[in-house]
């Protein structure tokens, strides 16, 4: 019988690993076509500058890229293997995605990087997805005119402004209270960061921070293991 869990198991993983591959390569394709397709069709008489243009893609590159590896690496945990290519194909994952996949974890009683967790975040951001589609579409298609001037107003701006720190907060909350000896620490290096650095300087490069975060969080989370502080829970 374990024999058979685990040449199952693997079987998943590996279709999981080529299904999503393979979609993310078309999810690629399609993207690029799209502004392939309206300069063919509108930019006849627009002279792209190679130079600038080349320019522009690596100091793109060099900001997004970093955020793109701080996310697989900080997100991929809590998404699960099916969930991290259908969040990063759909986006929103801030937003939408982890909060769907932590939430449902967190309900179920299940943790993160188990099987039962896979199909639980699989599942959830898959349902996710499908209302998030609807939603956006409905919304751009007969709401857009009349609820855009409604969010962009000065009653509601501010609270728009700030909807992801909000979740952020939400959903990091349980997680410190529940490894308050791991997190201690993490939250005092931000906020003395904040303090010393400034807003604007951080948010100019959060990505970079976040990632220094993240090695911060797992040096404490060595030194307290090393001491007996923190100990290893058996996985159900």
Request: a positive charge; one cysteine or more; charged letters at 10%.
């Amino acid at each position: 019988m374990k024999k058979e869990a685990a040449n199952t198991q693997e079987t998943y993983t590996n279709n999981t690993h080529r299904i999503g591959k393979l979609s993310t390569l078309i999810a690629i394709l399609l993207i690029l076509m799209v502004p392939a397709v309206i300069t063919m069709i509108y930019g006849k008489d627009v002279k792209i500058q190679i130079s600038n243009t080349i320019s522009a893609i690596i100091t793109l590159s060099a900001i997004y890229g970093v955020v793109s590896v701080v996310e697989v690496v900080s997100f991929s945990p809590f998404l699960g293997s099916a969930g991290t290519y259908l969040s990063f194909i759909t986006g929103n994952i801030m937003n939408m995605k982890l909060p769907a996949a932590t939430n449902a974890l967190r309900v179920n009683n299940v943790e993160r990087g188990t099987d039962e967790g896979e199909v639980i975040t699989t599942l959830a951001i898959g349902a996710s997805s499908v209302v998030t589609t609807v939603v956006l579409f409905l919304g751009m298609l007969f709401l857009g005119r009349l609820l855009v001037p409604v969010i962009t107003g000065p009653a509601l701006a501010p609270a728009f402004n700030n909807v992801t720190p909000a979740l952020t907060g939400a959903l990091a909350a349980p997680y410190f209270m529940k490894n308050g000896k791991l997190s201690i620490p993490t939250v005092i290096a931000g906020c003395l960061l904040y303090l010393i650095l400034g807003y604007d300087f951080i948010s100019s490069g959060y990505s970079f921070f976040m990632l220094g975060f993240i090695v911060i969080s797992f040096l404490c989370y060595l030194l307290l293991y090393k001491a007996g502080i923190v100990k290893e829970k058996p996985k159900r």
